[in-house]
């Protein structure tokens, strides 16, 4: 297993003029006859000709119609070839049915689809499959099925047969071809240039009624990224297929994106408003993909954070303009903390941009679209908005058509406002979290921050150097008025001061508003400092994350020595829940606990060892105390957050829901479920049915209302998926393995089917009391799962085993147990690549 650096880079020995492929489709010999007119790079002498391929039958290959004897290499073919213009065509045969790893061309439900990104084009045929050879493709798709897609616009179509083309250049990476049975929920849109879009969602039939939602979905995103970026849609066409076996959220093959069906389809009745936000945010992922990501891509894999942080920025902006921005933020940061500082502070911590990889899919990580998100936002407030729109138009013009790099995206900023971005570009390359402390002192109306950046080592880097930080400051007298607004100190060095002059009294500050960089922030306050910003700050974030800091000191002082849950935080968290000016979401989110992994993270880095047992049984009892400080409270909140009438997923309908859930759910620890009990019964939506029972398994009920779900939901697999997590994810800890030890025997768990196998595997793994159980039970029952799913989906093996990443925090046991459970995955015989790699440093 090779290591491949950023350093290596060489340009290609051949580009291509056009391409021309023929699928003659069967389900274990589908013929693929390409054609592709090749022709010498004049940027480079290199002559060297190599294509990429791997788990093909060659049946025949030609170099300008003379049969070629091709060298067949590990991974792809060598071939003599002219220093000139030439045509090079092969036919070969694969075999879509066997192929469970869900890349390259395969089958889900008796309907073909293919996954490309990065590297499965090579399972589908000999080409040079890296994503600087762009070239436009024309493709006939043979087989006696109703619909036949591929990229681009319809060419023409027959009985058995459709042939597409599509003009604008691509790399292999973003080709796609689905057929199958599928019927079409169909609309159109005009463009800003007046141009007509056919738009089209494919669902096997049956799903048609869950089509709706993502069809308006897209069509805000197209409108938003013309308004926000000028930027217009560029085919006749724009297709989307939902497919049930896939190994991500969706992917944005040019003009025909194919999804995960649980990343498009929803209804009322069977989605979750969680759900239909996290739709929304993907269909519109996806579509603005094809300007950055598609029209512009990357030179290399190494450059990955070049479309996916930026398309993810786009995104988050998007649903901040759709929804609220405030409540987006927090959500934001909250996955980034949950999953991007977990892994940066881990043994798997890599720079946004990484420098070497075995295996890329395994760099499809939280770093490079969360982080590579947070490092456009960063840029952003240093340029401010006007710049950064200009810098973006630069961008598009400079670069529309090229595989571009990291270097070349900075020179657009540089080049708008002026400025260096040497010294920037660090986030870029250098891994973990930076540690900001503050310390500050106050002298004749003189306030001064004093900032200090540390980012501890990271595998590879054990040195790293000061990066620039952004630091968004407001200050707040005495009373509660804002003295200072917000005002970004752009810090530099690894130790500075700022200062704040003329202040009639000694401020309170409010630091990193808006979380205006990726950092830690390290600061000796007080509860009743936090409490004050909890109840005064203007800026939504830092509000709710002055009532998080009281949450976490709460719960890890009650974790380390057994103090009860301070009462000043209770009556802070009351009157947020009192307060009806603020938004029911953010009240739901002020009113949510720290995570049970967030206190396990707290509590190492003050140098403690976090015991899973403590933090889940703390967990506990302060929910059990905040439902009782609120008792009187919480019947009269559930009762106002009734949202009546016909269920919309609008945000303030959701937001409602979300304040009324979290209310019943403590309301459930005191009333034995009878309110859960009722709203089950009486919910005509998934979210309020789902929250109840979600309500009733915490408090160990619910064993009829499970039953009812399954025979009810019994026949829609994305709500099954629900089924199945949700017994594990509620589970006590003592009976987390068990119960996903009994799912695995249930007849609809299907290992094959990567959404129902993280539904099972992924909610034992954030079960964190129950995962880290001190028997070991749950670690054997992964790393046993593991090794079966490896064997036939490499990909989502290793991407559950990050389950396994945190394992140095643990005490001795623990950590010797999780060790045993890694090298017997790791001495697996032919072990793939993809989780050799993960486990490999996930030991180190
Ligand atoms: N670009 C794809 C991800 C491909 C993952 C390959 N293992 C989805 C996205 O980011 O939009
Ligand atoms: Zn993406």
């Given amino acids: 297993n090779e290591t491949i650096f950023l350093k290596d880079y060489t340009p290609p020995a051949y580009l291509i003029d056009d391409v021309h492929l023929t699928f003659k489709l069967d389900p274990t010999k589908t013929r693929v006859l390409s054609r592709i007119a090749f022709h010498p790079n004049p940027e480079t002498t290199d002559r060297d000709f190599f294509l990429h391929g791997e788990q093909l039958s060659l049946i025949s290959a030609t170099v300008d119609g003379k049969a070629c004897r091709p060298e067949i290499a590990d991974e792809g073919l060598i071939i003599a070839v002219p220093d000139a213009p030439f045509i090079f065509e092969a036919e070969v045969e694969i075999s879509p049915s066997t192929n ?130 000028g930027r217009e849609y560029d085919l006749d066409i724009f297709n989307i297929v939902a497919v049930d076996d896939f190994n991500m959220g969706a992917m944005e093959n040019k003009g025909l994106n194919i999804f995960n069906s649980s990343a498009v389809l929803a209804s009322p009745e069977t989605s979750t408003d969680t759900n239909f936000e996290r739709i929304e945010a993907i269909i519109a992922h996806e579509y603005f993909h094809n300007w950055t990501g598609n029209r512009i891509t990357c030179r290399d894999w190494f450059q990955l954070c070049l479309k996916e942080g930026l398309t993810v920025f786009r995104d988050q902006q998007f649903t901040g303009d759709m929804r609220s921005h405030a409540v987006k933020r927090i959500n934001d940061v909250l996955a980034l903390r949950g999953r991007q500082f977990r892994e940066d502070n881990g043994p798997l911590a890599h720079p946004v941009r990484p420098d070497s990889f075995v295996e890329i899919n395994n760099f499809y990580t939280a770093t490079v679209y969360e982080k590579g998100a947070e490092v456009i936002g960063m840029l952003k407030r240093l340029v401010g908005d006007a710049d950064y729109a200009k810098a973006l138009d630069l961008y598009f013009e400079r670069h529309d058509g090229d595989a571009a790099t990291i270097e070349d995206w900075l020179k657009v900023f540089e080049d708008t406002t002026g400025r260096d971005l040497d010294q920037f570009k660090r986030w870029y390359e250098q891994a973990g979290t930076p540690r900001l402390t503050v310390t500050d002192h106050f002298d004749n109306g003189t306030y001064t921050l004093h900032l200090k950046q540390e980012t501890p080592p990271t595998p590879g880097q054990p040195k790293k150097d000061p990066r620039v930080i952004p630091v968004a400051v407001g200050l707040l007298n005495p009373n509660g008025d804002e003295v200072v607004e917000t005002t970004i100190l752009e810090m530099t060095e690894a130790e500075q ?38 109840a005064h700050d203007t800026d939504p974030f830092n509000k709710w994350e002055a009532g998080r800091a009281l949450g976490k000191d709460t719960l890890s002082r009650m974790v380390t020595n057994g103090t009860p849950p301070d009462n000043a935080y209770l009556d802070a968290l009351m009157a947020v829940l009192r307060d009806d000016t603020l938004d029911p979401a953010f009240r739901a989110l002020a009113l949510s606990l720290p995570g049970q992994d967030d206190i396990a993270q ?94 009733l398994l915490t408090i160990e009920k619910g064993e009829a209302e499970l039953a009812a779900f399954r025979t009810q939901w019994g026949q829609d697999r994305l709500v099954m998926d629900k089924w199945f997590g949700l017994q594990v994810t509620y589970a006590a800890p003592e009976r987390a393995a068990a119960t996903a030890d009994r799912l695995t025997k249930d007849p609809e768990f299907d290992l094959i089917n990567p959404n129902r196998f993280r539904a099972v595997f992924g909610a034992l793994a954030m079960n964190a009391a129950g995962f880290h159980d001190p028997t070991g039970t749950s670690y054997n029952l992964v790393a046993d799962w593991l090794i079966r799913l490896d064997a036939l989906n490499p990909q989502t093996t290793a991407r559950l085993s990050t389950a396994f990443e945190t394992w140095r925090r643990y005490d001795g046991d623990r950590q010797s147990l999780i060790r045993d459970a890694l090298e017997r995955i790791q001495s697996t015989p032919g072990l793939s690549r993809d989780t050799s790699e993960m486990v490999g440093r996930i030991l180190n």
């Fill in 100 to 229: 469970t790893a869900l890349e390259g061309l395969y089958m889900s439900n008796g309907m073909y689809c293919t996954q490309c990104e990065a590297e499965g084009f090579r399972k589908i045929t000999y080409y040079p499959d890296r994503p600087d050879v762009m070239t436009t493709f024309t493709v006939r798709v043979e087989g006696d099925l109703p619909v036949l897609l591929s990229n681009g616009n319809p060419a023409a179509s027959g009985d058995g047969w459709a042939e597409w083309h599509d003009p604008w250049p691509k790399p292999s990476y973003l080709f796609a071809l689905v057929a199958g049975d599928l019927v079409a929920h169909p609309d159109s849109f005009n463009t800003m240039s007046g141009k007509q879009v056919e738009l089209n969602i494919y669902v096997r039939p049956g799903d048609e009624h869950k089509c709706a939602f993502g069809m308006e979905a897209l069509k805000r995103s197209m409108v938003w990224d013309e308004q926000i970026y």
């Fill in 497 to 534: 001061s700022f200062e704040f002059k003329g202040l009639a009294a000694r401020p309170v500050p409010s630091i990193l508003r808006g979380f205006s960089a990726p950092v830690i922030l390290q600061r000796d306050t007080t509860n009743a400092e936090r409490a004050f910003l909890l």
């Fill in 602 to 695: 707290t509590l190492f880095d003050a140098g403690l060892t976090p015991d899973p047992d403590k933090i889940y049984r703390a967990s506990q009892t302060l929910k059990q105390t905040l439902a009782q400080h609120l008792q009187d409270l919480l019947p009269k909140i559930y009762a106002e957050m009734h949202v009546p009438g016909p269920y919309s997923p609008d945000a303030e309908a959701a937001g409602n829901r979300a304040l009324q859930g979290a209310a019943l759910s403590l309301l459930s620890r005191l009333d034995g479920g009878s309110a859960a009990s009722r709203q089950y019964e009486s919910a005509d939506n998934m979210t309020q049915q789902l929250g109840a029972l979600s309500c």
